[in-house]
């Protein structure tokens, strides 16, 4: 369909306005009785219709640069307090996005001495670590130790390449050991990593430990009967026979626009396998546009 | 009480998402949300009732699956072809949600 030319279409834009303004002004007196600010009530309008216009469903004819200076200053706002909520103690660490295999994290050290500076080190950190947390934690390990603590005294680029070398040790050992536990003993005394305090993920649960055997039986006693056989560390299973599984084909993918039609009805009947719909007041979303429509016939069978 | 049929549209999610992020900034009480709702479906249904005057209609190759529950027809359909004087759209698929347009709540 023309969506330039069709009426339903056309005049969604109007009648979303409308809707806008109307529900906007009716709970104004709500808003004052709950003692709510007004500029509440406008940041909503605002969000609303930024959101609408956003959408792609509808073109709103707004002036958008009101609605989008505030949008981006609440964005920028989201972000300066994620930033400021930093997980290790003394040192802020910054993930800087980048479509590379290596992404440079930014680590902010507070001054060691009174008088001093903010000393900016940077590592660089594989991707995938930095998505599934593994980067997060080994620095969180990393740089709460107390050799740590020694190397940010150092100057900033052997400070770098010493933490560095820390890091890839640990994704190393990481990888090496992705389904059990790395029990590494603390070092009394040392600056070696200490193992982590936080929960462990469900993969790197260790396996439960084998039943043990009996102790020997000499020889010429009857032996006992020997134990059933000790359970086998769980392993994860694909259910079974799960390719005789019949389901049902989703009625559509996830990336795709699901049309749907929001409406009420008059009438719908059937004849035999021939169904008619008698539907009014509706909104339909059709290939990402809304239509809308009083009255709408149709024809199926079943 | 209108429906809140109409929260499921692209308007009625924008404005949930709008009363979620100033919820989430304390800038709102829930409360005071719901209200917000619940007129905006008084407007939504008036708007449709009393502003809108075109008419669709469709003929559809399949009715693949209904239902109706609750006084609520949800219907799938398949080859849609939509209408309007002099306008065309299909769509591959089509679910419809249509509430109890008889009587008033």
Redesign the interface.
Known sequence: MSHVHCHSHAIVGQVYKSVVNDTIAAVRSFFLDEGVDEQVLQELKTLWETKLNQSRAVDLKEAETTPQQSKSARASAVRAAARSAAPAAGAAAQPVAQPQSLVPIQITIPPQQPGGENKTIVVQVPVSAVQSGLAGQHLQTILSSAAAQATFALPPDIASSMLQQQLNEALRQSSQQQQRVVTVAPAAGEGSREPPRRPVPAAWRPPPPLHPWPPRVPAGLPLPPPPPPPPPPPRFHEPLNSEDDVSDHEPADLQETFNVMVCQYDKITRSRNRWKFHLKDGIMNLDGKDYIFQKAGGDAEW | MA?Q??R????GH??Q???D??MQYD???P??AM??LL??D????????N??????????????T?RFCDNV?T???TG?E?K??Q???K?D??????????AQV
């Not at chain 2, 008084?42 to 009732?49: D, E, G, R, V």
């Open positions: 429906h049929l109409y499921n549209t692209t308007i924008c404005l998402e709008s009363l992020e100033l800038q709102l009480p409360a005071l209200k917000v007129q905006f008084k407007a939504i249904s008036a708007a449709l009732a502003r809108v005057k075109s008419r669709l209609s469709f003929k559809a190759g399949k009715l693949n209904y027809w219907l799938l359909l849609v939509f309007e004087v306008d065309v759209a769509a698929r089509m679910k419809i949600v249509a509430m109890d347009g008889r």
